[in-house]
């Protein structure tokens, strides 16, 4: 395979475990421009329309993330009308983590396991990453708050227990609340649990509309038990446009470093819908890659929709 001098191919080996890796929909205020390409605007800037601001990952067949693309590369559709690109960012941005860890009674004997993954993403982190570490078994826990600092998050680690039944949704909503308060482009969940939910105030479809109308990518980690629910935690994850792991014990570290790899790779284009009525109403968005010369078909991961504001 022929590669272009600008483009990079991230490899990295793991456990066998099969890679996806997608981004969330944000929208931000577009300013008041000419015809040049928009830098991605801040928010003091006057406000004449909607830029919707698109995060994508893009894999090769062996699922390595690629580096290197540019504008030119990506074709954008909003309800299947294409759209001009007026911004494109691809750098490495800071990440807000929150960490959601269930310490139910069922998962007594993962523990241990889950307690070195959730390590590991304290590991990795950067100096302007953010964290937070929310805990639930029958009612859920904002155990540490939003904060750079992981020392606090390791040491409430380490004192973990076990016991109760499991209040998942609610735990969710807690976290998603956390996560509004920081201000990076950059927000991902990571939920630890065999997604045994039986003790919420919260509904599924609650649930369902609170994750289709956040910013935030939710990755969950099912630790195999008796309570075990598959089902539940991919709906989750493919509601948010991020991807669900089944995790063994062995496998939890290469799992938490595969999503910050993914995290931290990842290509930001911003568009003006054409029709940007403000009606609230959920519209679709689909990627298209035209790879560069040389390069085999590549793969684009994104989420699929987002929700217009509305007056």
Known sequence: MT??????????????????????????PLSRGGA??????????????NLV?????VNDEL?????????????????????????????????ALGLVFDTSGSMRGALPQGRRSASQFLQLANPE???????????????????????????????????GSTALFDALFLAI?????????????VLFSDGGENNSRYTPKELDNLVRESDVLIYTVLVPGADADPPLMNRIAEMTGAHG??????????????????????????????????????HHVEIKIVPPRGLPKLRAHWRLGYYAPSD
């Open 63 to 95: 699922n390595h993330p690629i580096t290197g693309l540019e504008k030119e590369n990506f074709r954008v559709y909003d309800d299947r009308v294409e759209q001009s690109v007026v911004s494109f960012s691809s750098e490495d941005e800071p990440i």
């Open 3 to 28: 590669h272009l001098p600008r483009l990079s191919v991230i490899a990295l080996t793991f456990s066998g475990i099969a890679v996806s890796v997608f981004g969330q929909v944000l929208i931000k």
């Open 245 to 282: 792991f089944a995790a063994g014990a062995a496998e939890f570290p290469d799992i938490a470093l595969r999503i910050c790899v993914e995290l931290r790779n990842r290509y930001v284009l911003g568009y003006t819908p054409h029709l940007a009525a403000r009606d609230g109403r959920y």
């Open 177 to 189: 609340s956390e996560m509004r308060k920081s201000k990076k482009t950059k927000k991902a969940i």
């Open 53 to 57: 601001l698109i995060p994508i990952t």
């Open 36 to 49: 040049r390409e928009q830098a991605i605007p801040s928010a003091n800037l006057r406000v004449d329309t």
């Open 129 to 163: 990453d953010e964290f937070f570490l929310v805990e639930f078994d029958k009612a859920p826990r904002l155990t540490v708050p939003l904060t750079a600092d992981t020392g606090s998050i390791h040491t409430e680690l380490l004192f973990t227990t076990s016991g």
